[in-house]
């Protein structure tokens, strides 16, 4: 005789083993068209972000380009790492913003603010081929 706790367990266990038996896993399908769209969506904020690049995002007129010149020495894949600036170890944005404040002497972005999204976009597409390593200097 099987228990009342031990019987809604049991019929669970059963329950999500039939299931699992019977209906197909997919992962998500997805078409060339899908990755063409997907594709252009990703230059146009590459290219929103290569503007704002160039564009004063302060009080001062200083813009990116001007110490980055097409993103140079951004290093973003060595984000996230320790910035002596900061203090601390930061994602790419977090250091992103320390420019916008200090040299451009701007407001600094949301992280999930749009513009910091293509500021990135830009930054890591630049920067595309380069070997991922997080944390080094």
């Not at 059963?14 to 078409?31: G, K, M, Q």
Request: one cysteine or more.
């Amino acid at each position: 005789m099987i228990n009342r706790i031990q019987f809604p367990k049991t019929v669970l266990l059963i329950t999500v083993f039939a299931l699992s038996t019977i209906l197909p896993v997919h992962s998500d399908e997805f078409s060339n068209k899908d990755l063409e769209r997907w594709q252009q969506q990703f230059m146009n904020s590459v290219k929103a972000g290569r503007k704002l690049w160039t564009t004063p995002l302060g009080s001062n007129k200083v813009v990116c380009a001007q110490c980055h010149p097409n993103a140079a020495n951004t290093h973003p894949e060595t984000y996230p790492k320790f910035q002596k600036q900061i203090g601390k170890v930061v994602p790419l944005w977090e250091m992103i913003n320390w420019c916008i404040r200090n040299p451009a002497e701007g407001q600094p972005l949301a992280a999930d603010d749009q513009r910091m999204i293509d500021i990135q976009a830009y930054i890591t597409y630049e920067r595309r081929g380069v070997k991922l390593e997080p944390g080094k200097h």
